[in-house]
């Protein structure tokens, strides 16, 4: 290799550990993220407030609170001798689900067969309003199951769930990839631009241009530091999510790692496509942002299913490298699938690679003349 | 043999005629001014010489490369200083020295002496491992020239090289160029002030694109009948259809 190739490629390295901002966005971030998504943003519910009134105070009522309190998902913090006070107590934020049970609970139960309880949620957050009402829900069932013993139904269906590749539901197996993605996704097309335009706004660029180093080997030299500095991000997701957040990697590393590399080099041909067209350093910080950071979260799969969107939407999806590259970590990571199951994946992601820098590239030298 | 030779160069951007039919030869080791208004087409000439634009028409050398044909041999033959600061502020003078010099394929043992004996020549032998943004202008800008020559090109094209800088400092900048020149290196320099104009050996004045004076300073003194280049550039700007 020509040493102006490597003079170029260590000055990007010095650059980067250099400033500071460049460092904690490198390597902070990622940490940061996982962090937050691993103990403070779950969508999981714990320890939900509940508030009982009860107007039947009988036998079955009472066992029924006594075992809602015992759940880890609920937590009984008081009663109240009417519902009518509900709106007060959502509004002042005091619990998330109120249980009402009716008079002569226990009495309906025993001689009718038949009774009924009523569950009101504070449904401003409609999801965890769902996800209590279900789980409360199941706490009832269960009680139900408990008394069918002593008596038998004509017939039933027993439904039987199982949750395959992660029974236990732990949402870090969902974001794990989805953080992974969008990380490198930002990370890869902002670091890249923005190095390139910076030498663009300070004048160097045309230093560089005008030396013998071909524009191409400018180029790319730029983005091998980036290159580096996204495959350590991933190392440094990967060792968090496996010994701080205990999702274990079930397909081959060595797989994650190659695919991981084919990603991030999209994310930096998509960089290069960004430079060419900017010449501000914010601006082109704007675009990677803005531009990619809203597609790349709605469009990859990690916080809405593709499938819920309208046709238009599912077919737009398609071109955004982050859906595919989601589906490959998922597919590694959580189901431990081999490269056959994902080829389709990598065919895209390597076209999409090839395309935006062939389309970069042309743009780098119409810019020139 | 020149070091540089320019016939009928143009360059056009859609309607506009940057650099309209544009002649000179400069002899190697000359001096050669090259003044302009903002505007005048200067910058677009001298990227067409440098390799960055290619021309719409007309023909050219520079160090013997063809401009239409040859930019990658031109550009391993000529050294260039931007208007804009052509430093890295976040690496140290002695990095800076190295970066350049290995961006030109000076091999690795020659440039560590180059380097030594470069920052020795500059008195920066003190500051080697230190940051340049902490270093005052003057200084930069003379390592900032002192770098573009160190792989011994044959011309060096200078864009503005002196803006912003207190007159000791100029002075000494153009010591150096003086003593480049000596060497045998044809300097090109576009400037805006008119006292430097004075230093070269040949200056061109290009209005609206098209070169309208080139001459020594001497003759255009006396072509013109006034006392300084200022004059003369006045005289001639006065003309201009272009202005900013």
Redesign the interface.
Same mark, same amino acid.
């Given at each position: 290799m020509?040493?102006?190739f %490597?003079? +170029?490629v %260590?000055?990007e390295f010095? =650059?980067v550990i250099?400033?500071g901002r460049s460092l904690f966005f490198l390597l902070a971030q990622p940490v940061m993220m996982i962090l937050l998504f691993g103990f403070a943003l779950s969508n999981e519910v714990k320890e939900s407030k509940v508030i009982i009134v009860d107007h039947a105070h009988d036998l079955a009522s009472k066992g029924l609170i006594q075992r809602i309190d015992q759940n880890r998902y609920f937590h009984v913090i008081g009663s109240l001798s009417n519902e009518s006070e509900a709106k007060e107590i959502f509004e002042q934020g005091r619990a998330s689900l109120i249980i009402v049970f009716p008079e002569n609970f226990s009495d309906d139960l025993k001689h009718q067969y038949k009774s009924s309880v009523q569950l009101i949620a504070d449904a401003h957050d409609p999801n965890t309003a769902a996800i209590i009402t279900t789980y409360a829900s199941a706490v009832f069932r269960d009680f139900q199951n408990e008394q069918l013993g002593l008596l038998k139904m004509p017939y039933e269906i027993k439904v039987e769930t199982r949750m395959l590749y992660n029974p236990q539901l732990i949402s870090a197996y969902n974001f794990v990839p989805g953080v992974m993605t969008l990380i490198l996704m930002i990370l890869g097309a902002m670091m890249t631009s923005v190095a390139i335009v910076r030498e663009k706004e $300070?004048?160097?660029m045309?230093? $560089? !241009?005008?030396?013998? +180093? =071909?524009p191409l080997q400018i180029v790319l030299s730029k983005a091998i530091p980036y290159l580096v500095l996204a495959f350590i991000t991933v190392i440094i997701i990967l060792v968090l999510s496996v010994f701080v957040l205990h999702v274990p990697i079930r397909g081959s590393l060595l797989l994650l790692l190659a695919e991981s590399l084919l990603f991030i080099s999209t994310t930096l041909a998509l960089g290069l496509l960004i430079s060419t067209i900017t010449e501000q350093q914010q601006v082109a910080m704007f675009i990677s942002l803005v531009g990619l950071m809203l597609p790349s979260l709605i469009f990859s799969g990690f916080m809405f299913p593709i499938e819920n969107m309208p046709l238009v939407l599912q077919i737009i999806s398609n071109v955004i490298p982050t859906k595919w590259y989601y589906n490959i970590v998922r597919a590694i990571m959580v189901k431990g699938l081999g490269f056959m199951s994902i080829w389709k994946e990598t065919v895209i992601l390597l076209g999409m690679t090839l395309v935006l820098l062939t389309v970069a590239i042309k743009k780098f030298k119409v810019h !020139?003349? | 043999m020149n070091s540089i030779e320019v016939k009928d160069l143009t360059k056009k951007f859609g309607d506009f005629t940057a650099v309209d039919h544009i002649n000179f030869e400069i002899k190697q080791g000359e001096i050669f001014g090259f003044l302009g208004a903002n505007g005048a087409g200067k910058t677009t000439a001298m990227r067409m010489l440098i390799g960055l634009l290619t021309p719409t028409s007309g023909t050219g050398t520079v160090a013997g490369y063809d401009v239409n044909t040859q930019s990658e041999e031109i550009k391993k033959h000529i050294g260039y200083m931007s208007q804009k600061f052509s430093l890295y502020n976040n690496l140290t003078v002695k990095e800076n020295i190295r970066f350049y010099g290995g961006l030109y394929n000076i091999p690795g043992k020659e440039l560590k002496v180059k380097t030594d004996e470069l920052m020795a020549r500059l008195g920066l032998t003190d500051y080697a491992n230190k940051l340049l943004q902490g270093l005052p202008l003057g200084w930069k800008q003379k390592l900032a020239f002192s770098v573009a020559i160190q792989h011994k090109p044959k011309i060096v094209f200078l864009d503005e090289p002196t803006g912003g800088v207190d007159p000791v400092t100029r002075r000494q900048f153009w010591e150096m160029i003086y003593e480049a020149a000596n060497e045998g290196i044809t300097v090109f320099v576009t400037t805006h002030y008119m006292d430097e104009a004075e230093y070269c050996d040949r200056v061109s004045i290009m209005v609206d694109g098209k070169i309208a004076a080139l001459d020594t300073p001497a003759t255009l003194k006396k072509q013109f009948e006034t006392e300084n280049m200022d004059g003369v550039f006045r005289k001639l700007a006065r003309g201009a259809a272009r202005t900013e």
């Open positions: 020509k040493s102006s %490597i003079a +170029m %260590i000055k010095k =650059h250099r400033d $300070l004048g160097t045309e230093v $560089l !241009l005008a030396s013998p +180093m =071909h !020139l003349s | -």
